[in-house]
C-alpha cells in the first residue's frame, strides 16, 4: 500500500509576533517606542517547514502539541488552511500554546519565547500509524523539546522500518550547551541534517573554521549535510562531495522562517528525485522567495515559482 503522506513534520508550532524594525536600543523603564510594523503569524519552525512544504505541492502531515487555548486553536486552523492534515496535533487542556516575540533590527532578530506545552511534548504525541504512512520524517527545534528529543531514536527507528528516510533541524540551543553526546544517537538515525552556518559550526565543534569543514566533519555522522549560508546562499556535503550555491536575488522584507522554507524545498526536491545540486538550488530559492514578506508562511512560493525563479536567475532545472 502507497504512503499516505509524502511528509510528516513533528516539532514545534506557536504564533509569531513580528515587530520591527528597531531603530535604537530596546527601552525599559516603561518607554514605550514605536516601531513601523507588527504582525501575528504561524510560527515554530516545523509548522513553517510543513507548510512550506505543502505550498510545494507535497502531501504533509504534522505532530505536535498545543494548547487547548486561543493561540491553539489558531495554529491548527492556520496549518489546516494551508493544506498540512492536523490530525496529530495534540490540543493540551492544562498548559498553554508556545508563543514568540520577534525583535527585528537591519538584518539580524531578537526572539523570545515562551515555551509553553514545549517541554511536555514527547514521542507519544505522534501517532504511529502517521509514522508507518509517510515516505519522509522531519523533526525540528530539537534543543527546545526535550522530551520529544529523547524519543526521537525511537520514533526514527520506526519511521525507518516502515521505509522511510529522515531529516533534522536542530535550530539554536537556548541553554548554549550544544550537548553533541545525547544528539548522537538522533544523528546516527538521520539521513539529512539541515543546520544554519551558526548551528552547524556549534553542533561540529568547529568554531573558528569554515563553514565547509564544519559540513564535511557533520557528513562523516550523517549522510547528507544541507547548510543554510545566508547571503551566501547554501552548500550541501555527503562526506566526498561538497557542493554550493550562490542563492537567488530578491529584495528581503522579513527573514523570519526563510531556513524553514529552505528546509521545505531541499526536502521536497529531494522526495521528487531531484539530483543533490537541484535540490539545493530549489531549497535556497524558497529561503529567498519566504523573505518577500513578513512572516515565515506568507511568501512561500509554490513549485512552479519557485522553478521559474531559479530560471530567471540563471538555472533551469526542468
Given at each position: 500500500m502507497p504512503p499516505t503522506f509524502?511528509?510528516?513534520?513533528?516539532?514545534?508550532?506557536?504564533?509569531?509576533?513580528?515587530?520591527?524594525?528597531?531603530t535604537a536600543p530596546l527601552a525599559f523603564g516603561q518607554r514605550e517606542q514605536l516601531i513601523d510594523s507588527g504582525a501575528l503569524t504561524l510560527g515554530g519552525s516545523a509548522a513553517i517547514t510543513a507548510c512550506g512544504a505543502a505550498r510545494l505541492g507535497l502531501r504533509v502531515a504534522f505532530a505536535g502539541r498545543v494548547g487547548d487555548d486561543g493561540a491553539g486553536h489558531y495554529m491548527r486552523?492556520?496549518?489546516?488552511?494551508?493544506g498540512v492534515d492536523v490530525s496529530g496535533l495534540h490540543l493540551d487542556p492544562s498548559l498553554p500554546t508556545p508563543l514568540t516575540v520577534i525583535v527585528t533590527r537591519g538584518d539580524d532578530r531578537?526572539?523570545?519565547?515562551?515555551?509553553?506545552?514545549?517541554?511536555?511534548?514527547?514521542?507519544?504525541?505522534?501517532?504511529?500509524?502517521?509514522?508507518?504512512?509517510?515516505?519522509?520524517?522531519?523533526?525540528?527545534?530539537?534543543?527546545?523539546?526535550?522530551?520529544?528529543?529523547a524519543d526521537l531514536p525511537g520514533l526514527f527507528d520506526t519511521a525507518r522500518a516502515a521505509g522511510a528516510t529522515t531529516s533534522l533541524d536542530t535550530n539554536d540551543d537556548p541553554s548554549g550547551r550544544w550537548d553533541r553526546a545525547s544528539l548522537a544517537p538522533v544523528l546516527a538515525r538521520t539521513d539529512i541534517l539541515l543546520p544554519n552556518a551558526a548551528e552547524a559550526h556549534r553542533l561540529a565543534g568547529t568554531d573558528g573554521t569554515s563553514v565547509p569543514a564544519a559540513a564535511e566533519?557533520?557528513?562523516?555522522?550523517?549522510?547528507?549535510?544541507?547548510?543554510?549560508?545566508?547571503?551566501?546562499?547554501?552548500?550541501c556535503h555527503d562526506g566526498r562531495t561538497l557542493l554550493t550555491t550562490a542563492g537567488i536575488r530578491v529584495t528581503p522584507q522579513d527573514a523570519v522562517g526563510a531556513g524553514d522554507s529552505f528546509n521545505a524545498g531541499f526536502l521536497a526536491g529531494r522526495l521528487?528525485?531531484?539530483?543533490?545540486?537541484?535540490?539545493?538550488?530549489?531549497?535556497a530559492a524558497c529561503g529567498a522567495l519566504s523573505t518577500r514578506a513578513a512572516g515565515g508562511t506568507t511568501a512561500q512560493p509554490t513549485w512552479e515559482e519557485a522553478l521559474t525563479h531559479l530560471t530567471v536567475n540563471g538555472d533551469s532545472p526542468s
Open positions: 509524502d511528509l510528516l513534520v513533528i516539532g514545534d508550532a506557536n504564533p509569531d509576533v513580528i515587530v520591527g524594525p528597531l486552523d492556520q496549518l489546516a488552511e494551508r531578537a526572539i523570545l519565547t515562551a515555551p509553553g506545552t514545549l517541554a511536555a511534548t514527547s514521542g507519544r504525541d505522534v501517532p504511529e500509524h502517521l509514522l508507518t504512512s509517510a515516505r519522509h520524517v522531519h523533526a525540528a527545534s530539537y534543543f527546545l523539546l526535550p522530551g520529544l528529543a566533519l557533520l557528513a562523516h555522522q550523517v549522510p547528507l549535510v544541507a547548510v543554510k549560508n545566508g547571503a551566501d546562499g547554501a552548500l521528487a528525485g531531484r539530483p543533490i545540486a537541484e535540490a539545493l538550488d530549489l531549497a
